[in-house]
């Protein structure tokens, strides 16, 4: 009955830019965060930003400067710019949304390929 629906991936070149897009539907009570994951080869999976009803944010240190999170309260919506994207970056990138009542919901992933 909840579902994040996650579009933007793609396959873009070094210093490219690509914008991620989740929308989140269904009997979520009140959504008190919302933000992106991502899981590379061979590495474990990482925050990569996160923002709050407040629209306070966080960002993991490599995207800091590069990346930048918003959200649509009224429609239940996370987007995340993707600018100077490295090889690096190369993952699948997940939705991630937490409820006042600390339910976490995932989206099934996007591909993010960034090649030299």
């Known amino acids: 009955q909840v579902q994040l629906v996650e579009s933007g991936g793609g396959l873009v070149q070094a210093g490219g830019s690509l914008r991620l897009s989740c929308a989140a539907s269904?009997?979520?009570?009140?959504?008190?965060?919302m933000g992106w994951f991502r899981q590379a080869p061979g590495k474990q999976r990482e925050l990569v930003a996160r923002?709050?009803?407040?629209?306070?944010?966080v960002y993991a240190d490599s995207v800091k400067g590069r990346f930048t999170i918003s959200r649509d309260n009224a429609k239940n919506t996370v987007s995340l710019q993707m600018n100077s994207l490295k090889p690096d970056d190369t993952a699948v990138y997940f939705c991630?949304?937490?409820?006042?009542?600390?339910?976490?919901?995932w989206g099934q992933g996007t591909q993010v390929t960034v090649s030299s």
């Open positions: 991630n949304v937490i409820d006042s009542l600390s339910k976490l919901y």
């Open positions: 269904g009997s979520i009570f009140t959504i008190t965060a």
């Open positions: 923002i709050l009803s407040g629209s306070d944010t």
